[in-house]
Each structure stands twice: as C-alpha cells, then as structure tokens.
C-alpha cells in the first residue's frame, strides 16, 4: 500500500497545530519535573543521518520526557550571559 504524497503547506501546517496543542502540556512537564525533589538526568549522543544530536532524559517516577537536540557547541545554556 502506498500513502499519497503531503504536500510541504499541508506538513508544517500540521506541525504548527501540534506545537500549539503541546505547548501548555510540555510547559506543565517541564515545571513539574523542575519542583520534583528528585529527577534523574541523563544525555547521550546520537548519530541521525550521520549528524551528531544530544538525546535528554530527565525524569521521575512519574514523568519521562525526552529532548533530541542538534549538537551545538557551545551548547546553547551553557552560554555566557555577558
């Protein structure tokens, strides 16, 4: 079975509503899991199409959210505020 082509309009149109439906859930992971009195953190590299991204876990007993982000050095909080 072959699925018909998206077309680009029709796929960032789609991300665009994604991203504004997730925006309030992921907000709420995010501040629960910066409250929690304990969160494990944890990072590995990850090859995608031969680019190097950073694969991000922090979570607790309750919550797992992970993050693939670009390798950017200098990664972009660990820059200077000067």
């Not at 969160?39 to 090859?47: K, N």
């Not at 995608?48 to 309750?62: A, E, I, Q």
Request: net charge positive; with cysteine.
């Amino acid at each position: 079975m072959s699925w018909p082509a998206i077309s680009p309009d029709t796929l960032q149109r789609t991300v665009r509503v994604a991203a504004t439906c997730l925006e309030v859930p992921v907000n709420a992971i995010h501040r629960a899991l910066v409250a929690a009195p304990v969160a494990h953190a944890a990072e590995t590299g990850r090859r995608v199409n031969g680019n190097l991204y950073w694969l991000y876990v922090l979570s607790t007993d309750r919550l797992t959210p992970t993050s693939l982000i670009p390798n950017v050095v200098p990664r972009p909080w660990m820059r200077s505020a000067c």
